[in-house]
C-alpha cells in the first residue's frame, strides 16, 4: 500500500504553545487530504478536508483558527494546532487520497500531550 | 453516509477463524462495504471492500449479504497480531471519497 508519514509521532507541548504535525504522501500525489483526530477509547471523528492550492472546509465544531491546515503541495499538507489547551490532547492522524482510488491511506498518527 | 452497527467486542482464540459481523439495514445501491482495522496507536489500515460479491484477499475474506443489509468479515486464522479494532464502513462513491467511522469492534485475540 502507499506510504504515509506524519512528524512528529509524538509531541508534548505546554498549554498556550501552537504544534506543527507535518504528513506527508511518499509515493503518490495528493489530490486531497483528510485530517482525522481521535480521543482514548474512542472513534475517528473528521476535522476537515483540504484540496491541494486551497483553502481547507472544516466539520462543523472545529474552529478554522485554532487548527489551521496547509496543504501547499501534493506531498505534504501540515496540521497546526494554534494556542494548544489540554482538551486538545488527542491522537491526531492524516488521510491523504488521490483522484482516484479504492482505498484511503491513513498516516501512522501524531499524539499531542498539552499540559 | 448509511450507518453500520457493529458489536463493541469480540474475543477469540489465536489461529482459529474470526467472523465480524457487520449490520448496513439502510445501505444503498451505491454504498460500497469498507473494512479497515486499526492497531493500537497507529493509522487505520485497509483490509478490504466490496460491492455485492463476496471477496477475498490474503488477510481477510468478506462475505456480503444477499440483500446487502449485513456483510461478514472472516479472519480465516486469528493471530496474535490481528489484535485491532475493525471498522465497518459503507462509502457511498457518489458522494464523496472521505470515510466516516462509527465505533468498531475491538477483537481481542488470546493465546
Known amino acids: 500500500g502507499a506510504v504515509v508519514s506524519q512528524h512528529p509521532s509524538r509531541v508534548i507541548c505546554k498549554s498556550g504553545t501552537s504544534v506543527k504535525i507535518e504528513c506527508r504522501s511518499l509515493?503518490?500525489?495528493?489530490?486531497?487530504m483528510f485530517w482525522y483526530r481521535q480521543f482514548p477509547k474512542k472513534s475517528l471523528m473528521l476535522m476537515a478536508t483540504?484540496?491541494?492550492?486551497?483553502?481547507?472546509?472544516?466539520e462543523q465544531g472545529v474552529e478554522k483558527d485554532k487548527f489551521l491546515i496547509n496543504h501547499a503541495s501534493l506531498t505534504l499538507s501540515t496540521l497546526t494546532v494554534t494556542s494548544a489547551h489540554p482538551e486538545d490532547s488527542s491522537f491526531y492522524i492524516c488521510?491523504?487520497?488521490?483522484?482516484?482510488?479504492?482505498?484511503?491511506?491513513f498516516g501512522p498518527g501524531t499524539r499531542l500531550t498539552v499540559l | 453516509d448509511a450507518k453500520t452497527t457493529q458489536p463493541n467486542s469480540m474475543e477469540s482464540n489465536e489461529e482459529e477463524p474470526v467472523h465480524l459481523p457487520c449490520n448496513h439495514s439502510?445501505?444503498?445501491?451505491?454504498?460500497?462495504i469498507h473494512w479497515y482495522r486499526q492497531l493500537p496507536s497507529q493509522g487505520p489500515e485497509y483490509v478490504i471492500h466490496g460491492l455485492t460479491s463476496n471477496v477475498n484477499n490474503r488477510m481477510a475474506s468478506l462475505a456480503i449479504a444477499e440483500d446487502r443489509k449485513s456483510s461478514t468479515l472472516i479472519l480465516h486464522r486469528a493471530t496474535l497480531r490481528d489484535a485491532a479494532v475493525y471498522y465497518c464502513i459503507l462509502r457511498d462513491e457518489n458522494a464523496g471519497n472521505m470515510l466516516t467511522f462509527g465505533g468498531g469492534t475491538r477483537l481481542m485475540v488470546k493465546p
Open positions: 509515493d503518490f500525489q495528493a489530490t486531497t
Open positions: 439502510t445501505i444503498s445501491g451505491t454504498d460500497y
Open positions: 488521510s491523504p487520497i488521490t483522484s482516484s482510488y479504492n482505498e484511503q491511506f
Open positions: 483540504s484540496n491541494e492550492g486551497s483553502k481547507a472546509t472544516y
